[in-house]
């Protein structure tokens, strides 16, 4: 279980500098299989339609509509399909934005969010459908990747509130999420 340190994640995300290196839409078949694909960069995922199992390492997790799972750069991605799945996959890249404070950069080498396996149900997925969809479109559209960077910002606040959303309920709720 992933004990996300909600003060130090906030100073973290405050002091990087996102990247966005890509964005895909993509859809498989029922049964159909990803295997082993190896995280080039911090990932998040977002599934839209349909139901799978995902690994991640070695976690396995049960995804349907409006999932939520992100993965550090180096993990190994796998996906088996029990219907037609759709989803979105947000590859980026975190990096120390002043990187001559040395207390953050300390804290990334303890706590680095960027790194964290996690999963999630979203409790208001279609702001954030919206928003990834959004983005993707965006991303294919603009040419000038910093204004997409800047857009990609906004919905990587969304996904990270929603992450903390579901854990603030975890931690004060008997009827809580697992990680």
């Given at each position: 279980?992933?004990?996300?340190?909600?003060?130090?994640?906030?100073?973290?995300?405050?002091?990087?500098?996102?990247?966005?290196?890509?964005?895909?839409?993509?859809?498989?078949?029922?049964?159909?299989?990803?295997?082993?694909?190896?995280?080039?960069?911090?990932?998040?995922?977002?599934?839209?339609?349909?139901?799978?199992?995902?690994?991640?390492?070695?976690?396995?997790?049960?995804?349907?509509?409006?999932?939520?799972?992100?993965?550090?750069?180096?993990?190994?991605?796998?996906?088996?399909?029990?219907?037609?799945?759709?989803?979105?996959?947000?590859?980026?890249?975190?990096?120390?934005?002043?990187?001559?404070?040395?207390?953050?950069?300390?804290?990334?080498?303890?706590?680095?969010?960027?790194?964290?396996?996690?999963?999630?149900?979203?409790?208001?997925?279609?702001?954030?459908?919206?928003?990834?969809?959004?983005?993707?479109?965006?991303?294919?559209?603009?040419?000038?990747?910093?204004?997409?960077?800047?857009?990609s910002k906004l919905c990587f606040i969304i996904l990270y509130s929603s992450c903390y959303i579901n854990w603030i309920d975890k931690v004060f709720s008997p009827l809580s999420l697992t990680w």
């Amino acid at each position: 279980m992933v004990v996300m340190k909600l003060n130090d994640h906030i100073v973290l995300w405050n002091h990087v500098f996102i990247e966005v290196m890509d964005v895909r839409h993509k859809k498989m078949d029922k049964g159909e299989e990803l295997r082993s694909y190896r995280l080039p960069v911090s990932t998040f995922l977002y599934t839209v339609r349909g139901s799978a199992r995902v690994w991640l390492d070695d976690s396995v997790h049960r995804v349907d509509r409006f999932h939520v799972l992100h993965g550090g750069e180096g993990m190994c991605l796998s996906v088996l399909t029990e219907d037609v799945l759709e989803y979105y996959i947000i590859l980026y890249k975190a990096t120390l934005a002043l990187p001559g404070r040395k207390e953050v950069a300390q804290l990334l080498e303890r706590e680095n969010p960027f790194q964290n396996q996690y999963a999630f149900g979203p409790h208001y997925p279609l702001p954030l459908y919206d928003k990834v969809k959004l983005l993707e479109q965006e991303w294919h559209k603009i040419r000038d990747r910093d204004l997409v960077n800047c857009m990609s910002k906004l919905c990587f606040i969304i996904l990270y509130s929603s992450c903390y959303i579901n854990w603030i309920d975890k931690v004060f709720s008997p009827l809580s999420l697992t990680w």
